[in-house]
C-alpha cells in the first residue's frame, strides 16, 4: 500500500474491535472492498527446539479504516467492531500523518529487528546506541 492520504468522500478512523479479532475485521474489510491498515509486528518465540514467528497488532483491539461517505452502516454491520472512533478533520489529518510514520517503521523492521521498550515512560532520558 503506498502513502496514506485524505480522499474526496471519505475519512480515516479507528474502529475499534472486540478482543483479539483484529486479524478477522482486516479480512471482512478486505472482502467488503473497504481500504484499511493493520500495523502488525513480529514476534520470535522459542518452544522446545523450534522458533516460530508471530505476528500481533501493533495496537491491540484497533483497525484503521478509510470509511467512505454513507458506508458506516456497512462497517458496523461486520460482527467483530464494537465502534468507530469519531474523528474530526484535525484529528483525521494527525491520523493520517501517524499511519504513515507507522508504515516507515514497519517498512524498517522488515530489513532489522526492532525491539519495543513498553517500560519507557514520556519524559524520562534514554540513551540509544545505534
Given at each position: 500500500?503506498?502513502?496514506?492520504?485524505?480522499?474526496?468522500?471519505?475519512?480515516?478512523?479507528?474502529a475499534h474491535t472486540k478482543p483479539r479479532c483484529e486479524k478477522q475485521?482486516?479480512?471482512?474489510?478486505?472482502?467488503?472492498?473497504?481500504?484499511?491498515?493493520?500495523?502488525?509486528?513480529?514476534?520470535?518465540?522459542?518452544?522446545?527446539?523450534?522458533?516460530?514467528?508471530?505476528?500481533?497488532?501493533?495496537?491491540?483491539?484497533?483497525?484503521?479504516?478509510?470509511?467512505?461517505?454513507?458506508?458506516?452502516?456497512r462497517l458496523r454491520r461486520i460482527e467483530r467492531i464494537v465502534q468507530l472512533l469519531p474523528v474530526n478533520a484535525?484529528?483525521?489529518?494527525?491520523?493520517?500523518?501517524?499511519?504513515?510514520?507507522?508504515?516507515?517503521?514497519?517498512?524498517?523492521?522488515?530489513?532489522?529487528?526492532?525491539?519495543?521498550?513498553?517500560?519507557?515512560?514520556?519524559?524520562?532520558?534514554?540513551?540509544?546506541?545505534?
Amino acid at each position: 500500500m503506498a502513502a496514506f492520504e485524505k480522499r474526496e468522500g471519505s475519512y480515516w478512523t479507528a474502529a475499534h474491535t472486540k478482543p483479539r479479532c483484529e486479524k478477522q475485521v482486516a479480512k471482512q474489510c478486505s472482502n467488503l472492498n473497504i481500504e484499511h491498515y493493520l500495523p502488525l509486528r513480529k514476534r520470535n518465540q522459542r518452544y522446545q527446539r523450534r522458533t516460530v514467528t508471530t505476528y500481533l497488532p501493533m495496537f491491540p483491539g484497533y483497525v484503521f479504516v478509510e470509511v467512505p461517505e454513507g458506508e458506516e452502516l456497512r462497517l458496523r454491520r461486520i460482527e467483530r467492531i464494537v465502534q468507530l472512533l469519531p474523528v474530526n478533520a484535525v484529528c483525521e489529518a494527525r491520523l493520517i500523518e501517524d499511519l504513515n510514520n507507522i508504515k516507515q517503521l514497519e517498512e524498517a523492521e522488515l530489513e532489522q529487528e526492532i525491539v519495543v521498550q513498553p517500560e519507557l515512560v514520556p519524559g524520562q532520558p534514554v540513551n540509544i546506541c545505534s
